[in-house]
């Protein structure tokens, strides 16, 4: 598995190596460490021109280009304090640090289309080395939207020891929603972990897992209660699977705003994190802002991991 953390130093970046532990990773990992300063370096003066014309270069210049290289050299240093950090914690991880400088958002985005990361890993908030804030909305959610693969918010929740993990499976019919139960069977949880997968219901829902197949979809009249068996038998193969992994899991269903009941049931449960497909059946190609993903990645008190199917 290859993971692309990007690490700002702030408390929210710091949580990203509590969240970590607890996040069911095998041995096997490759991870790269990424800090990111949102600056412009310029090349300096003898850079531009042969030396032979000589190029005046302003004072002023110089001591912009010294500032930028400054800033960067300290993106490197966070990189590398992070990767000694996670080298203590996971000493089986093989892992990498480098420093850009770019746009924040832009430089995880680019890095992750060019390494190609099974997941990316962020904090949920941040500070200045990663330009100035690391929020949803803004550089967290746009590598929401651009990303290729899963990407995880960490939040560190201070949990107790002594109490099961509880993971909440956010579930549709959707091909997402089902990368979403594989990606948490794949994993390594301690025993004991409990798993909920809460579909939250309107009036009708589909019972096949292509929704992109018009003629084959099915539906489900769940207004209703009395319905609500059909509703269960639809996901009980899911739960079956992930018992079958090793972990405890049942089948739950709301009725309202996805996002609400998702968040409400998370907050209510006690929820570690919340796994979600960054599509749904009646999502479209991109994660968009003001969708189920999004929403619950921005107001989730836990952390959140958005799941993308791996591309073929």
């Given at each position: 598995m290859k993971i692309l953390i990007a690490y700002d130093g702030s408390g929210a970046?710091?949580?990203?190596?509590?969240?970590?532990r607890h996040a069911?990773?095998?041995?096997?990992?490759?991870?790269?460490?990424?800090?990111?300063?949102?600056?412009?370096?310029?090349?300096?003066?003898d850079e531009i021109v042969d030396n032979t014309f000589p190029l005046y270069v302003p004072e002023g210049i110089k001591l912009a280009h010294a500032r930028a290289r400054h800033q960067l050299d300290q993106a490197e240093?966070?990189?590398?304090?992070?990767?000694?950090?996670?080298?203590s914690i996971f000493p089986d991880w093989h892992l990498n640090y480098q420093a850009e400088a770019d746009s924040p958002a832009w430089a995880?985005?680019?890095?992750?289309?060019?390494?190609?990361?099974?997941?990316?890993?962020?904090?949920?908030?941040?500070?200045?080395?990663?330009?100035?804030?690391?929020?949803?909305?803004?550089?967290?959610?746009?590598?929401?939207?651009?990303?290729?693969?899963?990407?995880?918010?960490?939040?560190?929740l201070n949990r107790s020891s002594d109490k099961p993990h509880r993971l909440l499976i956010g579930v549709d019919s959707s091909s997402d929603s089902g990368a979403a139960v594989d990606m948490v069977c794949k994993r390594n949880w301690l025993k004991g972990t409990e798993v909920g997968l809460l579909t939250v219901v309107d009036t009708v829902m589909p019972v096949t897992g292509d929704a992109?197949?018009?003629?084959?979809v099915k539906w489900i009249e769940v207004a209703d209660e009395g319905n609500w068996d059909q509703v269960r038998e639809v996901f009980e193969p899911w739960a079956q699977k992930i018992r079958e992994a090793g972990l405890h899991a049942e089948v739950l269903i709301r009725r309202g705003n996805a996002a609400d009941e998702i968040l409400e049931e998370?907050?209510?449960?006690?929820?570690?994190?919340?796994?979600?497909?960054?599509?749904?059946t009646r999502g479209i190609d991109r994660l968009l802002l003001g969708s189920?993903?999004?929403?619950?990645?921005?107001?989730?008190?836990?952390?959140?991991?958005?799941?993308?199917?791996?591309?073929?």
């Open positions: 970046a710091d949580a990203v190596m509590a969240d970590l069911g990773l095998a041995a096997d990992v490759e991870a790269l460490v990424m800090s990111v300063a949102d600056v412009f370096v310029p090349p300096a003066g240093a966070l990189a590398q304090r992070a990767s000694e950090q996670l080298k995880v985005i680019k890095r992750a289309g060019q390494w190609k990361p099974d997941l990316i890993v962020m904090g949920a908030r941040g500070h200045s080395v990663l330009g100035g804030r690391l929020i949803l909305g803004s550089i967290s959610q746009r590598v929401l939207y651009e990303a290729r693969c899963s990407v995880r918010i960490a939040r560190n992109a197949k018009r003629s084959e998370a907050h209510t449960w006690g929820a570690d994190c919340i796994f979600v497909g960054a599509r749904g189920v993903s999004a929403a619950v990645s921005a107001r989730a008190h836990c952390s959140v991991e958005v799941v993308r199917p791996q591309e073929i």
